[in-house]
């Protein structure tokens, strides 16, 4: 068995938050941006929680919001695509809060 030499934590930190916003970066940046790009009253009923292969899922809390969401995509595409380096392609609308908040 081989032994690497222990590093101290406070030096691995940077390069492990560094791969994350590289892999997660796009996510944060809809999330910190979200009451932007669709409004305060429909952000505070909508929650964009996955980014994957150019899906977004957003969770809603009310049929009506999935509803306007639908009814804006276009426009919200092109939000998204431009806030995102076009890594945004597709919207999927979930109801219901996400799993791990149950």
């Known amino acids: 068995m081989s032994w ?10 940077p390069g492990v938050l560094e ?5 997660h970066g796009p996510l944060f940046e809809i999330q ?8 305060r009253q429909l952000a505070a009923h909508t929650k964009p929680v996955g980014l994957r292969r150019g899906v977004l899922t957003v969770h809603i809390d009310r049929p009506g919001d999935g509803f306007a969401l639908s ?19 597709e919207i999927v609308i979930r109801p219901g809060d996400p799993p791990w908040t149950a």
Not at 75 to 86: G, I, K, N, S, Y
């Open 19 to 23: 791969r994350m916003g590289e892999r």
């Open 32 to 39: 910190r941006d979200w009451r932007r790009l669709v409004g």
């Open 71 to 89: 009814y804006r995509k276009p426009e919200l595409l092109e939000r998204l695509r431009a806030a995102t380096q076009r890594k945004v392609e």
């Open 4 to 13: 690497h030499k222990p590093e101290r934590l406070g030096g691995l930190i």
